[in-house]
């Protein structure tokens, strides 16, 4: 899915405003560049082959540039990232709109969510949704199914804190291309 800009400028809106939403006002430490971009803190975890919903599969539930959880971290091929939502009646609302772009500093990866983290009726009242010391919860596919399950757990548990993240990035990152946990968790 690709956005114009007035969508762009509205996906950016909308993300200062579930910014704000979180306790602490974690949008205090966001900064605007001139691209249009913001960086923000985050905090980000690892979700695996093996512990995908369901488990040992690569199923994600927004599919918008792959039909299942992948990707090798280029702006034209981002990795599938997984954020909160909340259900209320039959209405599921994601934190971020399927397809928003993301770029992972520590990994030098574009991400893309396609995926939802929090299960249950109510995933609103768990962790994705709420966030983590004031700051957005986010959920990076690593891949792992060419390896065993304790060295993609390695993998998810390396990559586990507050990172900066860049919401609408340009395509000029520096980039690492790859599934995480193949090309051996590099953390930059």
Known sequence: MLFGNRARAGLLGAFVAALSSFAGGA?????????GEQRFTAFLTGYTYWD?????SAAI?????????????TFKDPITIAVGHSIVGSRQ?????????FYIESLRKYAIVEDVCG???QPQNGPCHSGKN???????????????????TACA????????LVINPGPDYPVAPGE?????????
Request: proline share 7%.
């Open 134 to 152: 004031g700051h957005p919860w986010l959920d990076l596919y690593l891949g792992g199914a060419s390896a065993s399950v304790q060295v993609a």
């Open 180 to 188: 995480v946990v193949d090309s051996g968790c590099r953390v930059f």
């Open 52 to 56: 995908n919903t369901p488990p040992g």
């Open 27 to 35: 949008g205090a430490d966001t900064v605007v560049s001139t691209k």
């Open 61 to 73: 539930a927004r599919p918008v540039v792959h039909r299942r959880a992948g990707g090798t971290g």
């Open 157 to 164: 548990n390396r990559i586990t804190r507050l990172q900066t």
């Open 119 to 121: 299960d249950g009726a």
């Open 93 to 101: 609302t994601l934190d971020f709109p399927a397809g928003t772009k």
